[in-house]
């Protein structure tokens, strides 16, 4: 039961223009969501967050929107940069009394072309 | 600041041979610490977490075991290993509260192949 899914494995963008990242999730108690980005043979590492009490969280170049409703999140990378080139993965919180499991999704890969 | 260190980076077994991968964290107390997996062509899976020293949680039934024998070790363990068994083994850990506590901060790595 993949409760966090990333539709599309990937995706290539040119660079300067606006990378769409989706995310649809299936459980209604996930209430704390996050975006990693991950090169190869390396760790994840944190991109940005966006809690349930809102719809929208901007960072520099990316923003994540939140549709409660459709149960759906998306990364906006603008302008998307060569660098950009990655996996991201969406993830999803289900909290337990001392901390959080992150459930992910199966991640999108990224190419920006120059 | 805080790091996390796993080794080793990567690791080549037999079938049936034994595992064991480490994780230690650096400059923060009784994190939680978690074991994800992610195979070829797939996304990550949870598959152990911690809350505290001798405590563990299993998310997937597996041959597989994990163990923290101390606040900021947590190990990987398994008595014979399976051809499934191969992927990228990543640790994590995460505070227990303040500011970024829903945020894990993920190791390198260890690039396990079993043949």
């Known amino acids: 039961d993949q409760q966090v899914k990333q539709n599309s494995p990937s995706l290539s963008v040119q660079e300067g223009r606006i990378s769409i990242l989706n995310c649809d999730y299936t459980n209604s108690m996930f209430d704390y969501f996050l975006w990693y980005k991950k090169y190869p043979a390396e760790g994840p590492t944190f991109l940005i967050s966006?809690?349930?009490?809102?719809d929208k969280n901007e960072d520099g170049r990316f923003t994540v929107f939140l549709n409660k409703s459709a149960k759906h999140l998306s990364l906006h990378i603008v302008p998307s940069q060569p660098g950009d080139s990655a996996v991201y993965f969406c993830?999803?919180?289900?909290?337990?009394?001392?901390?959080?499991?992150?459930?992910f999704g199966q991640g999108t890969e990224l190419s920006v072309k120059p | 600041s805080q790091t996390i260190h796993q080794w080793p980076a990567t690791l080549v077994q037999p079938v049936g041979s034994p595992l064991s991968l480490e994780c230690t964290v650096e400059g923060t107390s009784n994190p939680n610490l978690y074991w994800y997996r992610q195979a070829a062509g797939r996304g990550l899976q949870l598959l152990f977490y911690?809350?505290?020293?001798?405590?563990i949680s299993s998310e997937v039934p597996q041959n597989l075991s994990a163990s923290r024998p101390q606040d900021r070790q947590f190990i990987l363990s398994s008595k014979k290993l399976l051809l499934s068994d191969s992927g990228f083994y990543l640790c994590?850990?995460?505070?227990?509260?303040?500011?970024?506590?829903?945020?894990?901060?993920f190791g390198p790595g260890t690039r396990l192949t079993v043949l």
């Open positions: 994590a850990w995460s505070r227990t509260s303040g500011r970024r506590y829903n945020e894990q901060f």
């Open positions: 911690s809350v505290g020293i001798g405590q």
């Open positions: 966006i809690s349930s009490i809102k």
């Open positions: 993830a999803a919180i289900l909290y337990y009394n001392q901390g959080g499991k992150l459930i």
